[in-house]
């Protein structure tokens, strides 16, 4: 089913780069995005990577902010802020208190701030890109429960290097303004010690709207 929506989005994406190319104007609104500050906001899908460690992976979204800075028409550079969540089984690790309870889901965060570039090939109102960098994230699990009846929250987290890989299109909505679909992959391993023993796999795949503007 993951598999599937990918594919989709995959082809979806194919379909408008055609749609582009048949469409091409390649010097509309050039000058305008060349040398500007801007910022993007986008929101999607998470689909995360398996873990044998983990049970009933869950993705549910992600999130990005950023700023941007497009040094020619065919090259930006990002800095963005991200959160990938996703719900999985509360590890057996993790034991209930006494006189108390622990939930058996738990909430498994990855937040971070990476910088990369895109190198982008203007189509007129259409503009494909293809990128990748690194980033600083936390990988933090959350095991929520109560304890005397008081709620009561067991984290467990580190922080990792970790790289991503994107691709999208970008439809200008005016000179200044764009809205378009990105997929990334992004890359994090990190071990959560005795709670869950091994190397895990943080990242995993998105599928995400995304808002860009020049300020």
Known sequence: MRHTRWLRAAGAMLALLGTAAAQAD????AAERTGQLGWHIGVGQFTP??????GDQEGKFDLLLG????????????????LLHQNVDTPASITPPL???VDSRSALDVTGIAGGARY?????????????????????L?????QFGIPEDLTVSSTELGVHAL???????SAHTTLGCEMRYVRVQTSLGSVLPGTL?????????VWRSTL
């Not at 390649?26 to 609104?29: H, I, K, R, S, V």
């Not at 700023?67 to 963005?80: E, F, Q």
């Not at 109102?125 to 600083?136: A, I, K, N, T």
Request: hydrophobic share 40%; aromatic share 12%.
């Open 142 to 146: 959350n095991a929520s429960g109560q």
């Open 67 to 82: 700023m941007s800075y497009r040094t020619s028409a065919n090259l930006a550079w990002d800095i963005d802020l991200l």
């Open 99 to 101: 006189w108390g309870t």
């Open 26 to 29: 390649p010097d509309m609104f």
């Open 167 to 173: 691709a999208g299109i970008d439809y200008a909505v």
């Open 120 to 140: 982008i090939w203007p189509l007129g109102r259409w503009e494909p890109y293809l990128g990748g960098g690194l980033g600083v994230y936390e990988v933090r």
């Open 201 to 209: 796999e943080a990242g995993g795949r998105t599928v995400s709207l």
């Open 49 to 54: 990577a398996g873990n044998s460690q983990l």
